[in-house]
């Protein structure tokens, strides 16, 4: 049976060295231990294991004070490090400071050695670490990536009995949470939630007061097509209102697309009404080393994301505004739009002005368009990028017939938001006729305002029998170019010629402020194709179209070129004899 050597570091014991075997495991306490440690503190501890052994550091309690939110390093801090190769490293994941249960890490080597310091500043109880020597690496569980003990068996995290684990426990925390009922759960475990179904979350020990230094997470999931709702039953913790809080309440979007997206709650008020982003969110309640309160009891329900859909006829233009508009939309506010037209026809959002807080990867209050992809049977098509700030001229056109539109708002800033009229275009290009001798102008849609970024629009233009197309430009400011090729945003012509597809004569494309200059097709039918990515929108282009008769037709630019270099050359050439002339005749 494994012994137990327990080393009780004080002041006068700080620089122990420890042998660990694996029958005679260590538990490392901070000097104090469970009393705080004292400022300015400095010990160095050496760990070593058997070779052919690594070592194993469980986290039983570790309060240690947090790092600078200014400086961002830590003030009282324990490093452990090894040495790989001829090289010393910091053990990997370790945890340096802040409060923490249930972390547990493994060196790469059987030594390892420890040295923890502190300020001249607050102090906290410390530490109380089991270090154990176990065998090498193939039979090793991966624990390594807990953040919390919550964490610790992710590989069946939603098992059925994964809700009668239980969450370690300090010396102040002694007790067991109390369940108000069986819809109750511990401080760290996983829950479940289902339509038509209303859970409640409370404090360890509600309605008694909770323990300090306590770190409690835990995820909660609802079905797919549901957003997750929070609303206060009781609340009371350390604190005012953020971000003025000594013990917190938070609730985080999780994972990937919403991650990031948080609010938090102290003292009295805790969440009215709020509502999470996506399905999944992780819940945090942190204590810390001062004064407790009676805690919080909140419920949870499910609610279902199913968007009123909106019908857009053909032909038709509708409205759709953020909530409250003109006046500034609600903080915390997320709201789903549905559309949806025609099998042969796309929908175009266009809007004088979007005025969204801003960000640069607008994290925190957006807009979103998705289209409905066939391959998935999802709205899994981002339409353009996130939307945020003020936007002038906001245009948007899709390629499909169905797009969902999430507004997403966050607990801080709030504007006006957003009146966006939807319309429904054919995708079927329309086709410019031009009479004999005739005119038309053709412009990009919505010119003279900006064009929609992340399209592409394709024009057919028809003369006569007897007759080809000419092109002129009466206005042309397009995104470009950074290089002769036009990467960003341009104009195409083609038209078919002895059955093969080819672009007329001239530039490969057009883009800048330079457009086509009598510009003059061989056939009667030519397609303009207009692409625009998802970055800059300028005003566009207003083209002047002519059908002129094919026996008036202009030399093309090619040949033109040639006469010109023709003439040249007949007037070096016409120079040149006349010099030797005027020599002949001195």
């Not at 294991?49 to 939110?69: A, H, I, N």
């Not at 200014?70 to 945890?95: A, P, S, W």
């Not at 204590?287 to 309160?293: M, R």
Request: with cysteine; net charge neutral.
């Amino acid at each position: 049976m494994a012994s137990w050597s327990l080393a009780d570091s004080t002041d006068e014991n700080c620089g122990q060295s420890f042998n660990v075997t694996p029958t005679n495991p260590v538990i490392l306490k901070s000097p104090n231990h469970p009393s705080q440690y004292n400022n300015h503190a400095h010990c160095e501890y050496d760990f070593n294991g058997p070779d052919g052994t690594r070592l194993k550091f469980s986290y039983l309690t570790f309060e240690v004070e947090d790092r600078s939110t200014f400086y961002g390093h830590c003030h009282d801090q324990l490093i452990l490090k090894e040495t790989v190769n001829g090289t010393e490293y910091e053990t990997r994941r370790t945890v340096n400071c802040g409060i923490l249960r249930g972390k547990v890490i493994f060196s790469k080597t059987n030594y390892v050695r420890g040295v923890f310091t502190s300020d001249a500043t607050r102090t906290f109880r410390g530490f109380r670490i089991q270090i154990e020597a176990i065998g090498g690496p193939t039979n090793l569980p991966d624990l390594s990536h807990s953040n919390d003990w919550t964490t610790q068996r992710e590989t069946n995290f939603w098992d059925d009995d994964y809700s009668t684990a239980t969450p370690p426990t300090t010396i102040s925390a002694l007790k067991r949470i109390q369940m108000m009922n069986q819809s109750f759960f511990r401080c760290s475990t996983a829950m479940r939630i289902d339509f038509n179904e209303t859970k409640y979350i409370a404090s360890p020990n509600y309605p008694e007061k909770y323990a300090n230094s306590l770190y409690c997470a835990f995820p909660i999931q609802g079905p797919e097509g549901s957003v997750l709702q929070f609303d206060t039953e009781d609340f009371s913790l350390e604190g005012q209102t953020p971000p003025v809080c000594r013990d917190t309440f938070s609730i985080t979007d999780y994972p990937s697309l919403y991650q990031g997206r948080s609010v938090m709650y102290c003292g009295s008020k805790g969440p009215d009404q709020y509502r999470s982003a996506t399905n999944n969110v992780r819940v945090r309640f942190i204590t810390d080393v001062s004064v407790t309160d009676r805690g919080y009891n909140i419920s949870v329900s499910a609610i279902p994301v199913q968007p009123e859909i909106t019908n857009v006829p053909p032909g038709s233009t509708g409205t759709f505004t953020s909530p409250n508009y003109p006046q500034p939309y609600p903080l915390l506010s997320n709201r789903t739009y549905h559309f949806i037209t025609a099998p042969d026809y796309r929908l175009l959002f266009q809007s004088d002005k979007l005025h969204i807080e801003y960000d640069a990867s607008c994290m925190y209050d957006y807009l979103e368009f998705m289209e409905f992809d066939n391959y998935t049977s999802k709205f899994t098509r981002p339409l353009g990028r996130r939307f945020c700030g003020a936007i002038p001229n906001f245009n948007l056109q899709s390629d499909t017939n169905q797009v969902v539109v999430n507004f997403v708002t966050d607990s801080t800033s709030h504007w006006t938001g957003f009146n966006i009229s939807v319309q429904a275009i054919s995708k079927t290009p329309p086709l410019y006729n031009v009479s004999a001798n005739g005119t038309i102008y053709l412009t990009s849609l919505n010119y003279p305002r900006a064009y929609a970024p992340s399209t592409k629009t394709t024009y057919n233009i028809l003369a006569p029998s007897g007759y080809v197309l000419q092109f002129s430009s009466v206005s042309f400011d397009v995104e470009g170019p950074l290089s002769e090729k036009c990467p960003h945003d341009y104009l195409q012509f083609f038209e078919r010629r002895a059955k093969k597809v080819i672009r007329l004569d001239g530039p490969e494309r057009f883009c800048g402020r330079i457009g086509p200059e009598e510009l003059r097709s061989t056939t009667r039918y030519v397609k303009a194709i207009f692409f625009t990515d998802d970055s800059l929108s300028l005003t566009g282009f207003n083209i002047s179209i002519k059908a002129v008769p094919l026996t008036s037709q202009q030399p093309s630019l090619a040949s033109k070129a040639a006469r010109r270099r023709t003439a040249f050359l007949f007037i070096v050439l016409g120079s040149s004899l006349h010099l030797v002339v005027q020599n002949l005749s001195l």
